[in-house]
């Protein structure tokens, strides 16, 4: 993720690198670049699934989550 976050609002918007399209819980093909928008207020709440795998980032372990109806634009 490249872009911005309000930290008071919890508005945030931006580009994702790296971006695997997945259908039906398979990855079909990488995206070139991916915009994401929203509030993550908003979204924590929405969270359905979290994974047992997770990614090193920097200093953070982040799992995989599942945000139902969260829309990304390739």
């Given amino acids: 993720f490249s872009g911005t ?3 008071i609002s919890g ?5 994702v690198k790296g971006a695997q399209y997945i259908e039906s819980g398979e990855i079909k093909h ?7 928008a929203g509030n993550i207020f908003e ?3 929405r969270i359905s699934d979290v994974s047992v795998e997770t990614i090193r980032y ?11 109806g969260m829309q990304i634009t390739a």
Avoid: T
């Fill in 5 to 7: 976050s309000d930290r």
């Fill in 11 to 15: 508005d945030f918007s931006g580009a």
């Fill in 30 to 36: 990488p995206v070139q670049e991916a915009a994401i």
């Fill in 43 to 45: 979204i924590l709440p």
């Fill in 58 to 68: 920097n200093r953070m372990i982040l799992p995989y989550v599942k945000i139902p």
